[in-house]
């Protein structure tokens, strides 16, 4: 009863959807060559020889999906071609799979999203009708009481195809796990020492909680500069504020000047600071300002940015997004309340940057609710809109000041939460000047917790 993916779409897709299988090759900023299988094995379960039309694209799935059972990997063309030699006999077949290999691994694929979406879907849909028709022949041929058990049995087994990616791990003798270690750690920018202490790996998000007018956006700021001047291609986005106000934090961080004397003194700011832009743009490092929407820019609109931003640049190494209140969520669905929606939002925006086509460090923020408005120092529980997506993030920090900080330029700065490293860790009084864009924080910062709100 099934159809072929030829008879469904065309004979290209066949091709395609096992390019997308068995991935591409990247290689990532420490020059370590990647494949990205993710797609291939959210979907090996589904995928089945029966939806293909030649015998040799056939025998390719039915060798992905040996290779898949015994080793729980994707093969690559490699490790294909290998077991091609093993099983088949003959060596004209053995030469026809290795020129079908050959085409699959050459071939373009320029929406590669809608043909592993479509293929996902027409897989899944392919099943449910399998089971549905199973079914109906069972009750058909008067075995009712058989067909009932035929047909939990039947959804058991479709349920183990949708759900075949989720595998557990054990821990077994003589095996190693290896440990992901490819995620180049990127800094912030705040000060040597806390640098040290908190940073951002490659596909993780570091989550500020911050009062309206504390300095998010000069955070922001510090951190894109840094890695700006480091050679990295940075991307940031924002919503409330100008394209005029962030250039002029960009400038007076450069300038080592203040707002204002940037303003008054454009021609001398512009003499300063332009060697140091050619500096960065010969070691590779881009800043890109994107102004979004506060209103109905979703997770989509972000990857469409992260997609034309790597067309023009090549790549994509820091990410600033300023802030997660004002993104909306992508799906098509009915919300109980904002919270339930924040909460998708934050679990896209996440999904995005782990993505291994950007796997892209990500600095954000939300803002805290009345609360943390002149509080010492603000947590979590301070947090405004739906404090599941602090829950979520790997790592969150805040910001807070009290009015007599604000006067005195200075700031309280919590690391609420590291996954990678120490948290509970508070750094009072530091440096944190809006009018010069400038953060300090050092080890002479730190302060216990219990003592500093006694």
Known sequence: MSTTIKKYFDEEYEYQILKCVIGDVVEDSNGKKLRDTRYGESIIGL????????????????????????????????????????????????????????????????????????????????????????????????????????????????????????????????????????????YLGWGDYFDQIFNVKQGRLALGIVPTGVGKTTSAVVSAVYNFLLGKKVLMIFFEDYYEDIVKKIYSKLSHMGISTVINNQDTTYQIINPKVKSAYDKGGRIVLIKKNQTNTTTNDIRLIFDNYIAQH????????????????????????????????????????????????????????????????????????SIKRAFKAPLVFSFSKTPTQKSNKKANVYIDKNRDGDAGILFKDVLFDNGSVCIEIDETNIEGMEAYLS
């Open 47 to 186: 995928l089945d020889p029966k939806y293909f039309s030649t015998s040799f694209l056939k025998k390719i799935v039915d060798l992905i999906k040996h290779h898949y059972s015994l080793y729980r990997t994707i093969p690559s063309y490699r490790e294909i071609k290998a077991q091609a030699q093993l099983k088949l006999s003959s060596s004209i077949e053995k030469e026809a799979l290795v020129d079908e290999l050959i085409r699959i691994a050459n071939l373009e694929i320029k929406d590669k999203r809608f043909v592993q979406d479509a293929h996902r879907q027409f897989f899944t849909q392919q099943s449910i009708l399998e089971y549905c028709y199973n079914t109906i022949d069972g009750i058909k041929s008067g075995k009712e009481i058989q067909s009932v058990d035929s047909m939990m049995a039947s959804l058991r087994d479709f349920q183990r195809k949708l759900y075949y990616n989720d595998r557990p791990v054990e821990i077994i003798p003589d095996s190693q796990y290896q440990f992901d270690d490819k995620g180049e750690v990127y």
């Open 314 to 385: 090549g790549a994509l190494d820091f990410v600033v997004l300023d802030y997660l209140d004002c993104l909306r969520s992508p799906f098509d669905k009915k919300y109980k309340d904002e919270y339930q929606e924040q909460s998708d939002v934050m679990i896209d925006v996440i999904t995005l940057i782990s993505d291994l086509e950007y796997y892209v460090p990500c600095l954000s923020y939300i803002q805290s609710g009345r609360s943390g408005i002149n509080k010492a120092i603000v947590e979590m529980e301070n947090a405004g809109g």
